[in-house]
């Protein structure tokens, strides 16, 4: 039996596959390596995977149903880790409807891959912490009101969980979506503020720094993110109050961080101090994240504890040899 993970040259999606492969599962990887950054980057991650024998790669566009579909012909999947995604708040603005091809059509077809797969067990996906927006009360709860996103990712975020919603209604599809509080780490994303801000410091550039530098983020690495990724997999859902097999978890490090202190632990990571842009509130932006994660921690064991300041300098140290900075 194989796990299908789309998504598979991602951030999140590379790290799934490598510690599913490592435990010696047959792991099925998909991804349409567009160029919403650097596809060089994508095939580096691939490039760890290849070694494996119990690995396929089918480069492939999720919306597309058909080879969608075929990608996993004459394979027995029972498990699908979905972190396939237009990623992006403000990238959002740009291009909208690269959000709703990738998710939510996208969702919508790996949601009917899964019904109509016999004896599927469990789909993990991702949904964002981005569908709390401007939430008044932290740390935020699964309970929470979530039905006012103030970006287009948050809504097409927040659609996601609705559709899956209705999947689990409708047809009993056992399913698990889990809200994401900014995770970084080595192999990461060039469009998040880690990544750029170290760029920028180590060649001398200025950074921005938006609503003045007055904003909190829950920092999460992506060792633990992957901890509890695996852990929700091998934790189906049972029918809950409701009567279905549906859950949704925050999955992040339930630290707020100041942006200020932030800067300067990568500041101190790569020894050089940053010249600061300050800018007003972008718009899509939030001003706090914050994960109430004991759900996750009550029913799948889920335990993040690694402090910026460690996970911090990890990531400059691969971001200097990734890019064979001195």
């Known amino acids: 039996m194989a796990i299908l993970v789309t998504g598979a040259a991602g951030f999140i999606g590379s790290y799934v596959c490598k510690a599913l492969l490592e435990r010696g599962e047959e792991v099925i990887g998909v991804d349409n390596l567009n160029d919403y950054y650097p596809v060089a980057l994508k095939q580096a991650r691939l490039g760890l ?12 566009d999720i919306a597309d149903v058909a080879a969608l579909k075929q990608s996993v012909s004459g394979r027995k999947v029972t498990r699908v880790v979905h972190l396939a995604a237009q990623a992006g708040v403000r990238y ?10 990738s998710n939510l059509v996208g969702h919508l077809a790996v949601l009917e891959l899964c019904r109509h797969t016999e004896g599927f067990e469990h789909l993990v996906y991702a ?4 569908v709390y927006g401007n939430a008044n009360q932290a740390p935020f709860a699964e309970e929470a009101e979530v039905d006012r996103p103030v970006s287009l990712y948050a809504a097409t975020k927040r659609s996601g969980e609705l559709i899956s919603y209705s999947y689990a209604s409708l047809y009993g599809l056992p399913q698990t979506g ?3 509080f900014t995770v970084y780490g080595p192999w990461g994303r060039p469009d998040m503020a880690y990544w750029s801000f170290t760029d920028a410091i180590i060649q001398g550039r200025p950074i921005k720094v938006f609503n003045n530098g ?6 999460s690495y992506i060792d633990d993110i992957v901890a ?3 852990a929700s997999l091998d934790t189906p859902p049972v ?5 279905l097999p549906n859950r949704v978890f925050n999955i992040g490090n339930s630290r ?3 942006l200020m202190h932030f800067i300067s632990v990568i500041e101190d990571a790569v020894g050089r101090k940053a010249e600061l842009e300050l800018l007003p509130m972008q718009a899509g932006d939030v001003y706090e994240t914050s994960a109430d994660t004991h759900l996750i921690e009550e029913t799948c064991g889920f335990s993040s504890h690694t402090p910026i300041e460690v996970g911090i300098p990890k990531f400059v140290d691969w971001f200097r040899s990734y890019n064979h900075e001195s």
């Open 49 to 60: 995977l290849e070694p494996h024998t119990n690995f396929t790669f089918h480069q492939v």
């Open 92 to 101: 959002s603005l740009e291009n909208p409807m690269a959000y709703a091809q």
């Open 178 to 180: 889990l809200r994401f």
């Open 239 to 243: 029918a809950g109050a409701d009567g």
């Open 214 to 219: 007055d904003m909190r983020r829950d920092f």
């Open 228 to 230: 509890g990724i695996m």
């Open 256 to 258: 707020p961080e100041e």
């Open 127 to 130: 949904s964002s912490s981005s």
